[in-house]
Nanobody, 116 residues
Framework: QVQLVESGGGLVQAGGSLRLSCAPSRTIFSANVMGWYRQTPGKQRELVASITSGGNTDYADSVKGRFTISRDNAKNTVYLQMNSLKPEDTAVYYC??????????WGQGTQVTVSS
C-alpha cells in the first residue's frame, strides 16, 4: 500500500500564495497521473489540476492562470503553486496518484483557508 504525504496547506489572505507538495511513501516506477482535488462541505470533490508523467497538464477553469501544477519524476513528487488566492479557493485539498485500472491512491487532505 502506498501513502501520499501532503504538506503546505494553511491560512492566507486573499491575493496571497501557497505551495502544496505531495510525495508517495515509496517510489512508483510507472507512468501515472498525479493531481490535486479539492472539496468543501456538502459538495463533491472536484479536480483542480493534474499532470501526467510526460508533463501534460489539465486545470479547472476556475484556477487557470492562477495555479500551476508541476512534478519531479525522480522524486515522484507533485507540487501545486497557488497564486492570487481567493476566498472561494478555501477547501480541503487532496493529492491523487493513479494509473488507470492499476491503482488509485489518495492523500489524507490538507486544509487551505483564504480569508477576505
Amino acid at each position: 500500500q502506498v501513502q501520499l504525504v501532503e504538506s503546505g496547506g494553511g491560512l492566507v489572505q486573499a491575493g496571497g500564495s501557497l505551495r502544496l507538495s505531495c510525495a508517495p511513501s515509496r517510489t512508483i516506477f510507472s507512468a501515472n497521473v498525479m493531481g490535486w482535488y479539492r472539496q468543501t462541505p456538502g459538495k463533491q470533490r472536484e479536480l483542480v489540476a493534474s499532470i501526467t508523467s510526460g508533463g501534460n497538464t489539465d486545470y479547472a477553469d476556475s484556477v487557470k492562470g492562477r495555479f500551476t501544477i508541476s512534478r519531479d519524476n525522480a522524486k515522484n513528487t507533485v507540487y501545486l503553486q497557488m497564486n492570487s488566492l481567493k476566498p472561494e479557493d478555501t477547501a480541503v485539498y487532496y493529492c491523487n496518484l493513479k494509473r488507470a485500472y492499476v491503482y488509485n491512491y489518495w492523500g489524507q487532505g490538507t486544509q487551505v483557508t483564504v480569508s477576505s
